[in-house]
């Protein structure tokens, strides 16, 4: 059973660094793209940013709002997939989430957000 | 960037009865390879969200049959045919054909 489980949330002061993790189970995790999407309070769903598989350079993408501040890893051994989140503001408070990304077989592609972990929650606040 | 511009934003409904919900695009969301990559979530109060229906109309395995997805190009629908209590939500439709990934700004569904 897929499983992804958030962590690293907290209550942080403007202008720090937080890093969140993604564990997950229950498949290859190598082989498939991650994403980071986030709520604010009472908001609806923004996604953040993504990060390819190996197989596809591991490359990442992001959303304007966080480009140049947040940066997307994996480590494959781990399976875990992790977000900087540097020179916080007060509007990236929110939950965060970690979902399924992408994947590649013979068959073709797959463009997934599938399988979502239950959220960590960012308060950014002096 | 692709805007998702979903309609209307807040749908009461009577039990039983039908529910529909509009997602436009700011441009079409055929994605070079053929497909269109649109999915709709379900997120119930104090959820994660979760997904519906992937590729525009595949329903994921365990969404009952009363959930629908149609459309193409740049406009989309999601259909309850028959609204029953646990459907009580906000529903988002979100791209994947074009970067950067959108969402819609979401529907709540609530009984009337």
């Known amino acids: 059973e897929v499983h992804l489980v958030e962590s690293g949330g907290g209550l942080v002061q403007p202008g720090r660094s937080l890093r969140l993790s993604c564990t997950a189970s229950?498949?290859?995790?190598?082989?498939?793209?991650m994403s980071w999407v986030r709520q604010a309070p009472g908001k609806g769903l923004e996604w953040v940013g993504f990060i390819r598989s190996k197989a596809y350079g591991g490359t990442t993408e992001y959303a304007a709002s966080v480009k140049g501040r947040f940066t997307i890893s994996r480590d494959d051994s781990k399976s875990i997939a992790y977000l900087q989140m540097n020179s916080l503001k007060t509007e990236d408070t929110a939950v965060y989430y970690c979902t399924r990304g992408d994947y590649y077989d013979s068959n073709g592609y797959y463009f997934l957000f599938d399988y979502w972990g239950q959220g960590t929650l960012v308060t950014v606040s002096s | 960037d692709v805007v998702m511009t979903q309609s209307p934003l807040s749908l009461p409904v009577t039990l039983g009865q039908p529910a529909s919900i509009s997602c436009r695009s700011s441009q079409s969301l055929v994605y070079r390879d053929g497909n269109t990559y649109l999915n709709w979530f379900q997120q119930r109060p104090g959820q994660s969200p979760r997904r519906l229906i992937y590729?525009?109309?595949n329903r994921d395995s365990g969404v009952p049959d009363r959930f629908s997805g149609s459309g193409s190009g740049t406009d989309f629908t999601l259909k309850i045919s028959r609204l029953e209590a646990e459907d009580v939500g906000v529903y988002y439709c979100m791209q994947g054909s074009h970067w950067p990934l959108t969402f819609g700004g979401g529907t709540k569904v609530e009984i009337k």
């Open positions: 229950g498949f290859t995790f190598g082989d498939y793209g």
């Open positions: 590729k525009v109309s």
